[in-house]
């Protein structure tokens, strides 16, 4: 198992965010984690990434417990709505950020980036600056900096959530290829039902601070009680 979270608990005063939170990700695996806002996700997320501590529980990376590393020592990316970007350099270079920092070669980082490039769609965007780009544009830049340091998880906190409706689309369109170009391990974090039957090989539903991860999908719109059936029923009567 390559990233295990267990009884991951968490309040803020005295709000329980987080109950006993379980969840076990497979390499090469996306989890969808489905839930309102408010409803604990975030702060999983931001406990995996290192950015936040637990009040108990462990987080387990290939078997080595991480849970009090920092969160440049534990090869997990966390990425958020928005993308972030640094204002002062060019879609090239904030691509190669991360590998500037590890001090690789110049050639490596340039062939590097350049791949990472084609495969986001962005080569004739390498020289733009981030204000000169569309939102979906900053978002795959954003993705192409994650995945230039070869992260072993990637933590997707709404990555779409700011996107209109036909470049959302796209992007989960094209998140899925690369997905499987790069043998990705992520949590999708979503408030949106059928991006996360879309996304997800398999779904987790947070509510309320607890988090039930299903077996598949089947056995996730087969639960009655989380009432996803009526909700696909819904839009199934809209077609």
Do not use: C
């Not at 529980?57 to 990316?77: H, K, S, Y």
């Not at 690789?104 to 962005?122: F, I, K, T």
């Not at 077996?215 to 996803?228: L, P, R």
């Amino acid at each position: 198992m390559l990233l295990q979270a267990i009884d991951i608990k968490k309040d803020f005063g005295q709000e329980e965010v987080l109950r006993s939170a379980r969840l076990e990700l497979q390499a090469g695996e996306m989890l969808s984690i489905l839930g309102r806002s408010g409803s604990g996700k975030t702060t999983l997320l931001k406990i995996l990434a290192g950015l936040e501590s637990p009040d108990s529980g462990q987080v387990l990376l290939e078997g080595r417990d991480i849970t009090r590393l920092a969160p440049n020592e534990r090869n997990i990316v966390y990425l958020y709505q928005e993308p972030l970007l640094f204002p002062h350099l060019d879609v090239f270079e904030n691509v190669a950020f991360g590998l500037r920092l590890r001090r690789l070669p110049g050639e490596e980082v340039s062939d590097r980036v350049q791949r990472l490039l084609e495969s986001l769609e962005l080569p004739e965007q390498a020289d733009k600056m981030p204000h000169q780009l569309s939102g979906g544009q900053r978002q795959r830049v954003a993705f192409g900096r994650a995945l230039a340091v070869q992260p072993k998880v990637l933590l997707l906190d709404e990555p779409f959530g700011a996107l209109d409706t036909e470049t959302r689309a796209s992007m989960q369109e094209l998140l899925q290829h690369i997905a499987r170009k790069f043998d990705i391990t992520a949590l999708f974090v979503t408030h949106d039902l059928k991006e996360a039957i879309l996304m997800g090989s398999r779904i987790g539903l947070m509510q309320e601070g607890e988090l039930k991860v299903y077996e598949n999908k089947q056995a996730f719109i087969g639960d009655t009680t989380t009432g996803v059936q009526q909700e696909l029923d819904f839009w199934r009567g809209l077609g």
